[in-house]
């Protein structure tokens, strides 16, 4: 994305969408490879954001919009400032947000801002990896001329002419080279102001032949530069410094580096107090010391599992001793593809962790039931590989078919995702070639059979211990699986129909799984938002900002709240509160607390948890909460706001929201100049020019700049506050018309008060008011479906239509390209599986786990509570790659049993005991590798666990039912592929369903 930022002070929305935003919308709208132009107008800035589609060269972009922008610049009004273009880039956001306090009261706010300016922002932006130190809040000085109104009138001189005096008195100009006695000499006008005594002293017309100095009508001095916004720390005014990376440095390893030059700066100026407000480096850090330790207790406890299977040690390590040459080789391609080692792509790794050793264990498996079957390591090393590869390359291939899709997705998925799902498809790639090499070599020369117990499966004579009683148990279990297998063969109609009947009931149960983009998270920190009524003064909201300050700092629970009032626009309305809380968990119950102590002013307070995705702008705006919908259309501002209106009294009625407001502000006071066109004409005046007039006198006019000990200040021009205080008087005071002649404002325009919105806001060229409101004790997910419900029978006006906004809107975008990923995966699982058994019936027996992994995936998210989202839909997608496996081992070996001369059921019988101990070694080595994830443990834990849990409860519910039904499936395919040739009477004789054509590895 891009951003375009024009400042236009002292103008209202409505000016500011008329004389900026639709020129630079129009403009930018024909820029090839958008997506979509979001445009706000609010008082004193416009801001026009343009996002692009996927895959559009972002620096060829912004390129186009600062050609497009630098064209439309001469035609912009005078007063406005130069418009900034900015690109909006997950590393632009600051990493670090820094509060520079006194730590006495003989420091200024002035002193502050300057030690900021000229001391700390150097130092820091040499860091390595740092591009940019931005400095904010405190005091700058300036020049102010203030004019008197009643010197202007008397002595007829416009405010232009004050300006343009300024201006042409404030100058240096090269003029060329002399030569003088043979020396060369550069030739220089230098007439620049020096004091702002100098300027006083200009001349600024004339009355007659006698010169009209600036001093007799209007008072010059150094002053400090109005104060739209106010920032402090603790309640102490404070000076904000936010830091930028460089696009592709290390946030860890920067911010180490800036937290050293904190040390060092704390030394060399003792007279400051450094706080450290906000970094993005602690949530990195801490989430990837998790990650970590989730993906050692994942390897730890699929190593257990192996242990509990194989009962013997050596046996055991041979197993899983590939996991760590696995992880490091794929930390190796990821450094080759350009990843970093992120959140993502460790969390790829953790989940996977139990998936890495699966190659490992059926190879093992396979080669250590040859070796309890009397062979010699090296022969089972040899034919065992040799059996078991065809089926483990497929379940490899399969794997890697359904992440591919994720790693490709479209919009934000696809860029959030990439590295997860080229991460996972390296990792299974490399622990397939490390099965088929490293884990044989090692079995071959190591392995040894087990010598506990008194019979094993394959038969050993063991002694007595836990070896011997497991065996027992798995004897058992084996037998009993049998037994029921057999059943099941005999009755295949009534397994269909349970298992039918499963699936039907697990898929109506999304109705009560509420749809979010990503889990709710708590990270110990939230925003008071503060929005009072249109029209109030700054110091009215800075006293109920102070109000909720006093509030905060008696929370036993809080480390530090930062605050802001004002903006730098120069509304006086907003204000926000950001609280630091000393640990994580506790947000909600703090939160709740706070709005239950604030009484005064409690209907002008917000509460959101920081760093709610889907939002944007300030804490107190609408835009920033999670529940939003959106009215657009060309319509009117006035019937949209209707609808508004609507929305607002039906979300006042569903319960777990709070904060309930709309972008469309009425009430803002206004008064507005307007200009009398035909009088003016006559005149020999211009609208702009009587607007340019105004502007100076009220909101004041930079007219030139001057340095002064090394600083560059402004002069602006502006009325003394007494006279801006008389709006009627204003119209008193003449302005230049094109012949230079004084003509008094009120002969052209006249005054009248009205209201105007606080914010004008479109979206792709359409006007349009969002409705936010933020959760109060339920999850986004569920309060959502509430609103959809209520509000689908309101009747829109033509041409105006409702959608979501904010989290909602980036959950259906995202659903649906996670859709369109799954059916892709799946449909490359058929490919894949059509090419390796050379059949087209085959792959449809063994994907008959699929839809019942889907059985335990909802049931396990319904049990803990949790949303249906992306990282859920991420892990049912994960599901569609790992409950193949099952279905491959058992399907592989039926084959080849018919192809030795078993009778089918014969075949069935002896394949699935058979596979029986693969197939739950590599469940239990997924679920338990997968445990540590899903209990959510650590940062950031609530965001990885909902995919950990679908995959737990997936894997659960496909492998048992996988083992029962995909041989009754497979029964009956065959009966259906015979019936089929008989039908056509084939003279051939009659094939069966595993054809001498298949090939079986």
């Given amino acids: 994305m891009a951003a375009v930022i024009t400042p236009f002070p002292g103008a209202g929305p409505e000016e500011v969408e008329t004389l900026i935003t639709k020129p630079v919308e129009e403009s930018l709208s024909t820029i090839s490879g958008l997506d979509t132009i979001m445009a706000t107008s609010s008082e004193g800035v416009s801001q026009v954001i343009v996002q692009f589609v996927i895959g559009r060269n972002i620096q060829d972009a912004v390129q186009e919009v600062r050609e ?56 820091l932006e040499r860091i390595p990896g740092l591009a940019a130190a931005e400095v904010s809040g405190g005091l700058t000085r300036e020049i102010q001329v203030y004019v008197a109104a009643e010197k202007l009138k008397s002595l007829g001189i416009s405010p232009q002419q004050v300006v343009g005096a300024i201006q042409k008195e404030n100058i240096t100009l090269p003029a060329g080279r002399i030569d003088s006695r043979g020396e060369e000499l550069l030739l220089r006008t230098d007439a620049e102001f020096s004091s702002p005594e100098e300027i006083a002293r200009i001349v600024v017309g004339y009355r007659g ?35 930028r990376k460089q696009s592709g440095s290390n946030v860890v390893k920067t911010a180490q580096a800036v937290r050293q030059e904190f040390e060092k700066i704390t030394r060399d100026i003792p007279s400051v107090n450094l706080v450290i407000v906000s970094d993005q480096s602690v949530f990195i850090q801490e989430s990837e010391r998790d990650v970590n330790v989730t993906l050692i207790l994942g390897a730890l406890f699929a190593a257990i599992v192996v242990f509990i299977f194989f009962r013997n ?30 959140v993502i792509s460790l969390m790829a790794l953790s989940l996977a962790i139990g998936l890495l050793i699966d190659d490992a264990i059926v190879v093992r498996e396979n080669i250590f039931r040859h070796i309890e079957n009397g062979s010699s390591p090296k022969v089972a090393a040899e034919e065992a590989t040799g059996e078991i590869a065809f089926a483990v390359l497929a379940i490899t291939l399969t794997i890697v078919a359904v992440f591919v899709p994720v790693a490709f997705a479209s919009g934000l998925i696809g860029v959030i995702f990439r590295e997860f799902g080229i991460t996972v498809a390296v990792a299974v790639l490399i622990s397939l070639f490390e099965a088929f090499t ?54 295949r109609w009534v397994v269909i129909c349970v298992a039918a009947a499963l699936l039907v009931g697990s898929v109506s149960l999304l109705r009560y799984l509420p749809q979010s983009f990503f889990p709710s998270m708590d990270p110990g920190e939230f925003w008071v938002g503060v929005k009072m009524p249109p029209g109030t003064p700054l110091s009215e909201t800075d006293r109920l900002v102070r109000h909720v300050e006093d509030v905060v700092r008696n929370q036993p629970e809080v480390r530090h709240f930062f605050s802001k009032v004002g903006s730098s626009g120069g509304g006086g309305e907003a204000g926000s509160v950001f609280v630091k809380l000393r640990e994580t968990g506790i947000t909600e119950s703090v939160m709740s607390r706070l709005e239950g102590e604030l009484k005064e002013g409690r209907e002008h307070l917000s509460f959101s948890v920081a760093g709610t995705f889907g939002g944007g702008g300030s804490a107190e705006s609408v835009s920033s909460r999670p529940i939003q919908l959106v ?18 009294q039906r979300m006042h009625t569903i319960p777990g929201i709070r904060d309930i407001g709309k972008s469309w502000e009425e009430g803002k006071p206004e008064l507005k100049v307007l200009v009398d066109r035909d009088r003016a004409a006559r005149s020999g005046v211009s609208a ?15 007219a030139t700049r001057v340095t002064i000990d090394n600083k560059e200040l402004d002069v602006v021009v502006r009325l003394r506050e007494e006279d801006r205080a008389n709006a009627d008087g204003l119209l008193d005071i003449p302005m230049s018309n094109i012949s230079g002649q004084q003509v008094p404002l009120r002969t052209v325009a006249r005054t009248e008060r009205g209201t105007g919105p606080s914010a004008l806001e479109r979206r792709d060229r359409q006007r349009q008011i969002i409705v936010g409101a933020n959760l109060a004790g339920r999850s986004q997910g569920a309060v959502t479906a509430d609103l959809q419900k209520s509000v689908e029978d309101i009747q829109l006006p033509v041409g105006v239509t409702l959608g979501a906004g904010g989290e909602q809107e980036f959950t259906q975008d995202a659903f649906s390209s996670l859709l369109t990923a799954l059916l892709l995966g799946v449909l ?20 008959t786990a699929l839809p019942f992994s889907i059985v335990g995936a909802l049931i396990g998210l319904l049990i803990v509570r949790a949303d249906f989202s992306v990282m859920a839909m991420i892990g049912i997608i994960m599901l569609m790659g790992l409950v193949t496996k099952n279905s491959i081992l058992l399907v592989d070996f039926i084959i080849r049993g018919r192809k030795q001369g078993q009778e089918r059921t ?40 909902p995919m950990a849990i679908a995959v737990i409860g997936g894997m659960i519910s496909s492998t048992l039912l996988s083992l029962v039904v995909v041989p009754v499936v497979y029964t009956l395919f065959d009966d259906i592929v015979n019936w089929f040739f008989k039908l056509f009477k084939r003279k051939s004789p009659v094939r069966s369903f595993t054809d001498d054509n298949v090939h079986t590895g």
Avoid: C
């Fill in 68 to 123: 497009r922008v630098e064209r439309l610049r001469p035609s912009l009004p005078e007063g406005s400032l130069a418009p900034q273009i900015l690109r909006f880039d997950p590393s632009d956001t600051p990493i670090m947000t820094l509060a520079i306090g006194a730590k006495d009261s003989s420091l200024s706010l002035v002193s502050l801002r300057r030690i900021a300016d000229d001391d700390i922002k150097p130092r």
């Fill in 438 to 491: 490293l884990g044989p070599l090692l079995a071959a020369y190591f392995a040894k059979p087990s010598s506990h117990g008194q019979q094993s499966i394959g038969g050993l004579k063991q002694t007595k211990g836990i070896g011997y009683r497991f065996a027992l148990i798995w004897d058992g279990v084996v037998e009993q699986y049998r037994h029921f297998l057999a059943w099941a063969l005999r009755y």
């Fill in 209 to 243: 032949t006698t010169p009209i100095y600036l001093r007799e009508l209007a008072q010059t001095k150094m002053a400090f530069k109005e104060n739209r916004q106010l920032t402090r720390l603790n309640g102490q005014d404070t000076v904000v410094v936010e830091l």
């Fill in 828 to 847: 490359f699982v058929y490919m894949v599986l059509a090419s390796q058994f050379g059949s087209l019936v085959h792959p449809f027996t063994i994907m």
């Fill in 313 to 342: 040690l050596r046996n055991t390590l041979i197993t899983v001793i590939g996991l760590p040459v696995i992880v490091i080789s794929t930390f190796i391609f990821m450094s080759l593809f350009g990843f970093t080692r992120n």
């Fill in 688 to 702: 702009l020019g009587v607007a340019g007039t105004v502007r100076t006198l009220v909101n004041g006019q930079t």
């Fill in 631 to 648: 009215v657009r259309g060309t319509g009117s501002s006035e019937e949209l706001n209707k609808v508004a209106d609507e929305i607002v």
């Fill in 906 to 945: 014969a075949a069935v019988l002896e394949a699935g005991p058979m596979r029986l101990r693969p197939i739950l070694m590599t469940t239990l080595s997924i679920i338990l590798g997968m445990l540590p994830t899903a209990l959510g443990m650590g940062e950031g834990g609530e965001f990885r666990a």
